[in-house]
């Protein structure tokens, strides 16, 4: 998952906070990896008064064209939204992200050739380029 990716990063965020519907699934989420990453768990309706750098829809609300409840004063300046769906057209998250300000919106099409090049990496011993391959896929749509 997402947490696991930026645990291995080398030069890691300095705050991370998962949210969720509650705070027990949260802290659930959160709890594998405290001990490697300055990481808090908060229930949604504990989101208020905060801004973020980067925020990342790893929820299936997208699935349904529904929104997770987020507050748009949550996007820092300069904010990264980045919805782990993708699609033809802007998922709802990012469609509301650059509506309230967020500097990037980005779907989770690179993610996707990113995990089927490491996979062809493995299974090949050849580390396939990916920006042609993304770039016909956003085409193809």
Known sequence: GVLAAIADLENRPVAITVANRTLARATALASDFSPRLAISAVGYDELHDQQFDVII?????????????????????NCC?????Y???PTLFLK????????????????????????????RGVAPTTNEVILALRQGF
Request: glycine letters at 12%.
């Open 57 to 77: 829809n790893g929820t299936s609300a997208s699935l349904g064209g529904e929104l997770p409840p987020l507050l748009p004063s949550l996007i820092a300046p």
């Open 81 to 85: 939204c980045y919805d782990m769906m």
């Open 87 to 89: 699609a033809a057209e």
């Open 96 to 123: 509301w992200a650059k509506a309230h300000g967020a500097a990037q919106a980005i779907d989770g099409l690179g993610m996707l050739v990113g995990q089927a090049a490491l996979a062809f990496t493995r299974w």
